[in-house]
T-cell receptor, first 115, second 112 residues
Framework: DTEVTQTPKHLVMGMTNKKSLKCEQH?????MYWYKQKAKKPPELMFV???????INESVPSRFSPECPNSSLLNLHLHALQPEDSALYLC??????????????FGPGTRLLVL | AQTVTQSQPEMSVQEAETVTLSCTYD???????LFWYKQPPSRQMILVIR????KQQNATENRFSVNFQKAAKSFSLKISDSQLGDTAMYFC?????????WGAGTKLIIKP
């Protein structure tokens, strides 16, 4: 059983669509992350939230818009994506990001296909 | 810049054998965490084992153990009595400030 959940599991969208990915963690963690992962590659960090505030944006295009409504929830809003944005999107959480992240715990991911 | 290197892109062993995955890293930090993550074909990234750099004792989790050599900046993962369910991508990672520094991964195949 995972304590980080993500919905939906799969998503197909056109380049003009608007959709959202959702993540919820039940571990009491104060740091949450969005990653993009291509096949057989390590995850690439996109965003970091610490205590519900955006701490890090790794130069991600504006067509990706994160949101942290509360300490347990993390959303990623998608708009006008490109086919090269097709990937597995992973959410993760950790205790905090001061003095190192410690272990990050991952959700099962959303497999996104942009047509 | 800090780096994590996994020099074995792919490995395969017979079921029940022992296999060791290698990982080296570069850092000027004295205190940090190192991790091995497993990602089976179902794509769920799972934390296998962690090691705190200030602890000399090697971490173990059931069939998984590490050989941590701080001076050599080496952090290998040993899987004993390998099982079919161990087939996965294995990523070595080091924490640094707000992020994890990832190795390129090793694809491990356990053959029946």
């Amino acid at each position: 059983d995972t304590e980080v959940t993500q919905t939906p599991k799969h998503l197909v969208m056109g380049m003009t669509n608007k959709k959202s990915l959702k993540c919820e963690q039940h571990m009491g963690h104060r740091a949450m992350y969005w990653y993009k992962q291509k096949a057989k590659k390590p995850p690439e960090l996109m965003f970091v939230y610490s205590y519900e505030k955006l701490s890090i944006n790794e130069s991600v295009p504006s067509r990706f818009s994160p949101e942290c409504p509360n300490s347990s929830l993390l959303n990623l809003h998608l708009h006008a994506l490109q086919p090269e944005d097709s990937a597995l999107y992973l959410c993760a959480s950790s205790h905090q990001i001061s003095q190192g992240t410690g272990a990050q715990y991952f959700g099962p991911g959303t497999r996104l296909l942009v047509l | 810049a800090q780096t994590v290197t996994q020099s074995q892109p792919e490995m395969s062993v017979q079921e029940a054998e022992t296999v060791t995955l290698s990982c080296t890293y570069d850092t000027s930090e004295n205190n940090y965490y190192l991790f091995w993550y497993k990602q089976p074909p179902s794509r769920q990234m799972i934390l296998v084992i962690r090691q705190e750099a200030y602890k000399q004792q090697n971490a173990t989790e059931n069939r998984f153990s590490v050989n941590f050599q701080k001076a050599a900046k080496s952090f290998s993962l040993k899987i004993s009595d390998s099982q079919l369910g161990d087939t996965a991508m294995y990523f070595c990672a080091k924490d640094s400030n707000y992020q994890l520094i990832w190795g390129a991964g090793t694809k491990l195949i356990i053959k029946p």
